[in-house]
């Protein structure tokens, strides 16, 4: 089976970065990705990791390190619009597992 | 504009009845995805389908059935042998179940189900 774990909750000021972590565990690997929920919207994707590294994408960068299981988000300039929930979300051999989400409240 | 489609967005039920979810998608995608969020929770799998007439249980399946007679449509019913069906359900679909598409996919907007 797969598991993750990701923070709960995450503040930060406008303007400012900050980091997702995620730790997983997976009988198989196929990718580590992650996604933005707005309250009451659908999660929307972001990023997606096959290989260690970091990929970017304007002001969001993901990073991950398959021989520690770990991988996170990387939000730069944080808005106000950031404010969400964001996922991580492992593949394994047959399907995409959630993370529980991280919620990130972004303050004026 | 491609997406996904589910309906109705809130949906009330009484305990004892069975309720169908609609899915429908026009992305041409292969597989389809149901997952139910919980407040304050991930995404847990339902069911999951690669193709026509085929399907898989999820880690979450049982009180809950699914078909998939074209590829556009897959609705999920919730039976009223699920304990607690009262969630956000969320249909998703992806190109495939391999490679680098199998990690993006698209979601529709939600229902949301309550259970009086």
């Known amino acids: 089976g797969q598991s993750l774990e990701q923070p709960s909750e995450v503040t930060a000021v406008e303007g400012a970065i900050v980091q997702i972590n995620c730790t997983y565990q997976?009988?198989?690997?196929?990718?580590l990705s992650w996604y933005q929920q707005h309250d009451g919207g659908a999660p929307t994707f972001l990023s997606y990791?096959?290989?260690?590294g970091l990929e970017e994408t304007g002001r969001f960068s993901s990073f991950l390190s398959r021989s520690d299981s770990y991988g996170y988000l990387l939000l730069q300039e944080l808005q106000m619009k950031d404010s969400a929930s964001y996922f991580c979300a492992v593949r394994g051999p047959s399907q995409l597992t959630f993370g529980s989400g991280t919620q990130l409240t972004v303050l004026p | 504009d491609g997406g996904i489609t589910q309906s109705p967005k809130y949906l009330f039920r009484k305990e004892g009845q069975n309720v169908t979810l609609s899915c429908e998608q026009n992305?041409?995608?292969?597989?389809m995805y149901w997952y139910r969020q919980d407040p304050g929770q991930g995404l847990r799998l339902i069911y999951y389908s690669q193709i026509v007439n085929d399907f898989q249980k999820g880690d979450i399946a049982e009180g809950y059935s699914v078909s998939r007679e074209k590829k556009e449509s897959f609705p999920l019913t919730v039976t009223s042998a699920q304990k607690n069906p009262t969630a956000f359900y969320l249909c998703?679909?992806?190109?495939?179940?391999?490679?680098?598409?199998?990690?993006?996919?698209?979601f529709g907007a939600g229902s949301r189900l309550t259970v009086l």
């Open positions: 997976t009988s198989g690997f196929y990718g």
């Open positions: 998703a679909s992806s190109p495939g179940l391999a490679g680098v598409g199998a990690n993006v996919l698209t």
């Open positions: 992305l041409n995608h292969d597989a």
């Open positions: 990791n096959a290989l260690d």
